[in-house]
T-cell receptor, first 112, second 110 residues
């Protein structure tokens, strides 16, 4: 089976812009979670989607949003980018959202 | 107190050594425990997955969960330079988000 894929892999944006990241889960997986990874904070949970519904949400401002499509693919959007949003954004998929999750390679976002 | 504590290292060992990596946690409701390996500039790779207490072995890797002590461990036998990476513990209650440790950076010296 193909693994989790994320596009784009690298992105450079300017403060104030918005960005959309994409994630394709492992075939058959219905749960997609998004995480932000920074050297200082480690891996922090953003949100989880299951069957097109947001099931869990982390402690991030409303500038961070996401959605999931009927084929389980997911997108994450960040509006009004700030310098502190520079991070590795990771997507993980799971058959049911309970237990183990499988990560993609991540999208490295740099905000200048 | 952080929900999951993990010594950041770095940990440097000679090739062939047995490596012990550990995490402690405070939430007694955690039931699912995972270890991930992350190479530089890559996504985390699932190494071991354990439900509830007990041991699990897969090749050179052994995961242990002691729920009474709120303590989990990952042992790597016959460590190789290719094991050099950051190791992350993660855990969850079930239908809840994974909570990660900050990761331990391991270097295996040939």
């Amino acid at each position: 089976k193909a693994g989790v894929t994320q596009t784009p892999r690298y992105l450079i944006k300017t403060r104030g812009q918005q960005v959309t990241l994409s994630c394709s889960p492992i075939s058959g997986h219905r749960s997609v979670s998004w995480y932000q990874q920074t050297p200082g904070q480690g891996l922090q949970f953003l949100f989880e989607y299951f069957s097109e519904t947001q099931r869990n949400k982390g402690n991030f401002p409303g500038r961070f949003s996401g959605r999931q499509f009927s084929n389980s693919r997911s997108e994450m959007n960040v509006s009004t980018l700030e310098l502190g949003d520079s991070a590795l954004y990771l997507c993980a998929s799971s058959p049911t959202g309970v237990g183990e999750q499988y990560f993609g390679p991540g999208t490295r976002l740099t905000v200048t | 107190q952080k929900e999951v504590e993990q010594d950041p290292g770095p940990l440097s060992v000679p090739e062939g050594a047995i490596v012990s990596l550990n995490c402690t946690y405070s939430n007694s409701a955690f039931q699912y425990f995972m270890w991930y390996r992350q190479y530089s500039r890559k996504g985390p790779e699932l190494l071991m997955y354990t439900y509830s207490s007990g041991n699990k072995e897969d090749g050179r890797f052994t995961a242990q969960v002691d729920k009474s002590s709120k303590y989990i461990s990952l042992f790597i036998r016959d460590s190789q330079p290719s094991d050099s990476a950051t190791y992350l513990c993660a855990m969850s209650e079930g239908n809840t988000p994974l909570v990660f440790g900050k990761g331990t950076r391991l270097s295996v010296i040939a």
